[in-house]
C-alpha cells in the first residue's frame, strides 16, 4: 500500500526499512522534542556528521522532516531539521492477514466525527479551553482524560479487528468447503478483505503473482460461480 505524506507519495515497506535503522530512529526521537542542527544531532549520537547528513537526506526524502534555515547573531545560518507532520504508521500481522497504512492525523471536517461520535465533542471543549491554562498539573488532568479516550478507542478498534477476523477464518472455511486451492483461497480472501472489489493489478502485488495468473484464477473463480468479475 502507498501513504501519502505531506506531498510525497510514501511506500510504506521503504518507510518501514527506513525506520529499521536505530540512528535514524533515534533522530526522529530528537527531533520529537524540536527542531536540531545537524552538528548538534551529530554530537548528541556520537555519529560523524557526513553519516548524520545521509541519514537526512533519506528522511527527507520520506518526507518525514522538513529542512530550514535560520541566522544566527553571530557566524553562519544554521540548517535545522524538524518532524514535518505527526503520521500514523501501523502494520498488522495475523494468520489471515498481513497489512500495512500510513495515514495523516486528522485534520479535516470535524462536524461529520461529532455527529457520529458526540462524546468527542466534549473533548474539543476541554482542548480549546487548555489554550489558557498555564499551570502544568491542569494541563496533565487535560492530557490524562485524552489518554483515557485514546484507550478505550484502541480497545473498540482491538475488537473490531477479532471480529474481522473471525470473517476471515469464515471464509477460509467455506473456500475448504468449495474444494478451493491455496491461490484460489487466497484471492477470495483478499477480496472479500477489500469488501468485494479490487482489481487485478492489485491482487497481484498484493499476493506477489503475476497479474496473467491473477486474471486466469478469477477466471476460474468466475467459471465456478463464487466471484463476478467486472
Known amino acids: 500500500m502507498n501513504g501519502r ?4 507519495m510514501v ?3 521503504k518507510l518501514f526499512n527506513l525506520l529499521g535503522n536505530e540512528t535514524r530512529r533515534m533522530i526522529l526521537r530528537m527531533l520529537s522534542s524540536g527542531p536540531c542542527y545537524t552538528t548538534e544531532i551529530a554530537e548528541k549520537l556520537n555519529v560523524g556528521q557526513k553519516a ?3 541519514h537526512m537526506r533519506l528522511l527527507q526524502e520520506a518526507g518525514l522532516v522538513d529542512l530550514y534555515v535560520q541566522k ?9 531539521f524538524k518532524i514535518n507532520k505527526s503520521v500514523r504508521l501501523e502494520f498488522f500481522i495475523g494468520p489471515y492477514r498481513f497489512d500495512t497504512s500510513l495515514a495523516k492525523l486528522f485534520d479535516g471536517d470535524f462536524k461529520k466525527l461529532f455527529l457520529e461520535f458526540p462524546q468527542l465533542k466534549e473533548f474539543e471543549e476541554k482542548v480549546k479551553k487548555s489554550r489558557h491554562i498555564r499551570e502544568i498539573s491542569k494541563l496533565s488532568l487535560v492530557f490524562d482524560s485524552l489518554n483515557e479516550e485514546h484507550a478505550k478507542i484502541t480497545q473498540a478498534k482491538d475488537y473490531i479487528e477479532h471480529k474481522m477476523d473471525q470473517v476471515r ?6 473456500c475448504d468447503q468449495l474444494g478451493l486451492d491455496d491461490t484460489e483461497k487466497r484471492i477470495v480472501l483478499e477480496i472479500v478483505s477489500a469488501g468485494g472489489v479490487v482489481s487485478t493489478k492489485q491482487l497481484a502485488e498484493r499476493l506477489n503473482i503475476g497479474e496473467d495468473r491473477a486474471i486466469s484464477v478469477l477466471s476460474v473463480l468466475e467459471d465456478k460461480g463464487i ?4
Not at 505524506?5 to 510525497?8: H, I, R, S
Not at 466471484?227 to 467486472?230: D, H, I
Request: aromatic share 6%.
Open 11 to 13: 511506500d510504506e515497506d
Open 72 to 80: 544566527q547573531s553571530r557566524g553562519s545560518p544554521r540548517k535545522y
Open 52 to 54: 548524520i547528513n545521509e
Open 227 to 230: 466471484l463476478l468479475t467486472q
Open 5 to 8: 505524506y505531506g506531498d510525497t
Open 169 to 174: 477464518q469464515q471464509c477460509i472455511s467455506v
